[in-house]
């Protein structure tokens, strides 16, 4: 999709296939209020770089009231429910 499609409204949640918040005085926010939000909108899949504790936290599985599925990585590698063949360095995310 060219970049421009966005300059009158932020992308839909059919057209995000990923998003990743790096969260650091946030976290909390991203965790709970943020993470509810996007599972009501149907993104499919949400990561949170948790910089403090130095882990990522992926939700998978939206419902209408939350996500059905939490994991928590700190190492090893992670591939995207869209992207399967793209291998992930968890450690990469979290330098």
């Known amino acids: 999709m060219p970049a421009s499609l966005y300059d009158s409204h932020h992308p839909y949640p059919e057209e995000i296939y990923l998003l990743i918040e790096v969260s650091d005085t946030t976290l909390e926010k991203d965790l709970e209020k943020k993470r509810f939000i996007y599972a009501r909108a149907g993104i499919l899949e949400y990561w949170v770089v948790d910089v403090k504790n130095e882990q990522l ?33 968890v450690e990469k995310l979290l330098k």
């Open 57 to 89: 936290v992926v939700f998978k599985e939206p419902s209408k009231d939350d996500y059905q599925v939490q994991k928590n990585y700190s190492q090893g590698s992670i591939f995207t429910l869209v992207f399967p063949d793209i291998e992930i360095l």
